[in-house]
């Protein structure tokens, strides 16, 4: 790690630090890891009187760290640097900055204890002019023993501090849940709140870092999203959704992003494996159309002193649990297992934890298993069965996951494990192997052939391996795995391939000036940026904010929202290829509405790389302030949202700079709160009274003129009333009346259609 020493010669003596707020060059020198990461850390703020800080952290290991600042000073036109933190461990992280409207900034960060817990920190800075500045001694601002990971902070509209994080560590020892503490005395102290105690999955998170995000509501009201999975069996991950209102605490999790459910989104790659001559292939890749159909992804070797049944595959993700179950049954009944063999389970899945796909089907059938696990180190397997483990052992089952990391099936040199090989040494013994990585973990990208005297080919059964992971498939898919011709586990039988869902998540939001909740998210079905607003009762349909092609990534979405309604939203997007480094190039990306999310102008490039450095990035992690604030003549600022990111940078001894960029102001509109100013996006409102006999009142809003129709229908989809008919209406809001005195109770729908906009609510009539 650079001496702090080394840091401050940086600052001060390289003239290309400092800059005009409206360029965006770079601030300082530091570990692009830690300095701005996630979409829910935020690490610019800008007070009410034109202050500004950037907090970072320049560590480049996971110990000797504090949190850092940069607060810019617009006499000399700098950035003057200093530090925040004094941790008696110097192990921190993941800082984030949000300023009030008193003109304070309040900051939150993760700090080791001496205990070696993670908490939450919290501190409030005081600004007297652009010189004279004061934080307060950071505290603890939970009230909890946890491992904080992923945090973030936010104020409710009186000021009050909310830091909301998501556990880091191991769930056997901290719980492993969505916290947010909160303060009502300026942070002196706190109280910390479990959101997901009950749903969708208590104690456990489908991995340890999970984006996490905040924004304000009316009325001390504050709305809480993050990214989990519901689901435990397929690969489904989705935005949930908490509001906190003080007199009740935060309501029961709901999903906001329901799965996208237009065909089964599948896993699409499975490793392929070449049997040895006297191995038999169990399970190919299907159907007959697939490019790579009949390649083996799971054989059988009985090499005459020991049997090993290999699967290039993670069940977790892939196939349905009633399929699990019976397909892992039935290889161990093929191979002679049963209730009264001595069983070994590895939990080799350090990163994602998925190895309940393994041992639930062990308890399920009954099974009784010693269970070895690998521990977790960043991903990275801690220890390594040793002979004492195998001792008396009929069967190990090695479950490696698909984590692409280090794993303990090989030594910790990445070569053969010699306790495995003595092991599979002894006759009779036998081995299950199942998991996606095991062999590119060592291996890296194939194909790669093996040869007798190889472990892999004399052991395992295998001639040679190709990593489907790493090859385009015409973004195809593996939909099912049919047995393969001259199959002899005569007990198996063809699987076909999960429902895997897609990914909904990296959820940001920002509220505007009516508490309206604005929300951009990542959607991998096609992988796009999406964006839906929450009126206080529903949430809107979605509306795609990228231009790109299907085949062409995006990540990491953030939103802020300016006083006259101003929405920003930026994003990482793939625009090529490093043809010297091989790595992928990443741009930073920005959309903009003038008008809270009714018109959107076009796509623009925050920045422009054509090139990667040696770490393999172009831009890391943009995070954009969370308040935008208008222009501010004292202090040199022309208004607008503040941006910083980590950027590759051959000027830097480390290869990168912290970054910093102004998106020009765009907000338009004036306060809506008054009934006759016209609305800054389309609204249909739910009908009032409702149940209603036989009469019923529906308001909605439209921000622009053209053709209105207002239609209802029955349960069946019959319509039965037509409100308006391609009505031409100017922008404004409307109620219309709807008298169901001939209709008999039951339940109706209303469609309000107004130019692209549609939605459809339910009403109840009871008579």
């Not at 300095?35 to 610019?44: D, F, H, K, L, V």
């Not at 604030?629 to 022309?638: Q, T």
């Not at 338009?668 to 016209?678: F, M």
């Amino acid at each position: 790690m650079k001496k702090l020493f080394t840091l401050f010669a940086l600052i001060l003596s390289m003239s290309f630090l400092s800059f005009a707020q409206t360029s965006g060059t770079a601030i300082t020198e530091i570990d692009y890891y830690n300095a701005t990461r996630y979409s829910g850390a935020r690490n610019i703020a800008r007070t009410t009187d034109g202050y500004v800080i950037v907090v970072f952290e320049p560590g480049s290991g996971w110990e000797n760290q504090d949190i850092w600042y940069a607060n810019y000073n617009p006499a000399f036109q700098s950035w003057d640097v200093a530090q925040l933190s004094q941790s008696t461990t110097n192990a921190t992280g993941i800082p984030a900055v949000v300023a009030d409207e008193a003109g304070h900034v309040f900051a939150a960060w993760k700090e080791k204890a001496a205990d070696g817990t993670r908490n939450a920190m919290f501190s409030k800075c005081t600004f007297q002019d652009a010189f004279t500045h004061a934080w307060t001694t950071p505290v603890v601002a939970d009230t909890i023993d946890n491992n904080t990971g992923v945090l973030t902070i936010d104020t409710d509209i009186y000021d009050n501090p909310f830091i909301m994080f998501s556990i880091w560590n191991d769930p056997a020892i901290f719980k492993a849940n969505i916290y947010v503490s909160k303060s009502y005395d300026g942070g002196v102290t706190w109280t910390t709140d479990n959101l997901t105690s009950q749903f969708p999955t208590p104690d456990v998170l489908p991995f340890n870092y999970m984006d996490v995000n905040l924004a304000s509501g009316p009325d001390g009201k504050m709305y809480a999203v993050w990214e989990d999975k519901p689901t435990e069996i397929t690969n489904q991950y989705e935005i949930l959704f908490s509001e906190y209102t003080p007199t009740q605490g935060w309501s029961y999790p709901e999903i906001v992003s329901p799965i996208f459910d237009g065909g089964d989104q599948v896993q699409k790659y499975v490793d392929a494996l070449t049997p040895v001559d006297g191995a038999v292939s169990v399970y190919q890749m299907g159907p007959a159309g697939y490019t790579f159909a009949g390649e083996t992804s799971a054989l059988y070797y009985d090499n005459g002193v020991s049997q090993v049944f290999t699967a290039a595959f993670n069940p977790y993700y892939t196939v349905p649990a009633s399929d699990n179950t019976q397909w892992i049954g039935d290889v161990m009944t093929s191979m002679g297992i049963t209730s009264s063999s001595s069983i070994l389970f590895v939990d080799d899945d350090n990163r994602y934890n998925n190895e309940a796909a393994i041992t639930d089907v062990l308890d399920n059938l009954g099974y009784s298993y010693t269970n070895f696990d690998c521990g977790d180190n960043g991903g990275m397997a801690t220890d390594i069965p040793g002979a004492s483990d195998y001792e008396g052992k009929d069967l190990v089952i090695w479950f490696t996951g698909d984590d692409y990391k280090n794993l303990a099936f090989w030594n910790v040199a990445d070569e053969d494990n010699p306790e495995l090989i003595n092991y599979l040494n002894t006759s009779g013994k036998k081995l299950i192997v199942i998991g996606k990585d095991f062999l590119y973990d060592r291996y890296g990208t194939a194909p790669d052939t093996f040869a007798v005297g190889d472990f892999v080919y004399d052991k395992l059964g295998i001639s040679s391996y190709d990593a489907q992971s790493w090859r385009d498939d015409g973004n195809t898919g593996v939909t099912e795995l049919d047995l393969a011709p001259g199959n002899t586990m005569t007990t198996v039988t063809k699987l076909s391939w999960g429902k895997g869902g897609t990914r909904q998540g990296e959820p940001s939001i920002a509220s505007d000036p009516n508490h309206v909740l604005h929300m951009a998210y990542l959607d991998e079905n096609g992988s796009h940026i999406l964006y839906k607003t929450f009126d206080g009762t529903t949430w809107s349909d979605s509306v795609r904010l990228d231009n790109t092609a299907d085949t062409v990534t995006v990540m990491r979405p953030n939103i802020s929202i300016d006083p006259n309604f101003g929405v920003y939203v930026l994003w990482e997007e793939n625009t090529g290829k490093d043809t010297t480094t091989g790595f992928n190039i990443y741009n930073i990306k920005y959309r903009t509405s003038p008008d809270g999310g009714a018109t959107w102008n076009d796509v623009q490039s925050l920045t422009n790389l054509s090139q990667t450095n040696g770490s393999g990035y172009s831009t890391k992690n943009p995070t954009i302030g969370r308040k935008v604030r208008k222009a501010n003549a004292e202090v040199g600022f022309e208004g607008g949202a503040e941006v910083v990111w980590t950027e590759a940078n051959p000027n830097s001894s480390l290869g990168y700079y912290v970054m910093y960029a102004r998106i020009p102001y765009v907000g338009t509109l004036t306060g809506v709160e008054d009934e006759n100013a016209i609305p800054v996006k389309f609204n249909l409102a739910q009908n009032y009274p409702n149940p209603f006999n036989p009469t019923t009142e529906i308001e909605y809003a439209i921000p622009k003129a053209g053709n209105v129709s207002l239609t209802v229908y029955n349960a069946l989809g019959q319509k039965v009333a037509s409100l308006l008919t391609n009505k031409m209406q100017n922008a404004g809001r409307y109620k219309v009346k709807f008298n169901a005195e001939q209709l008999p109770s039951g339940i109706y729908f209303y469609r309000l259609n107004a130019g692209n906009f549609t939605s459809t609510k339910k009403m109840i009539l009871l008579k």
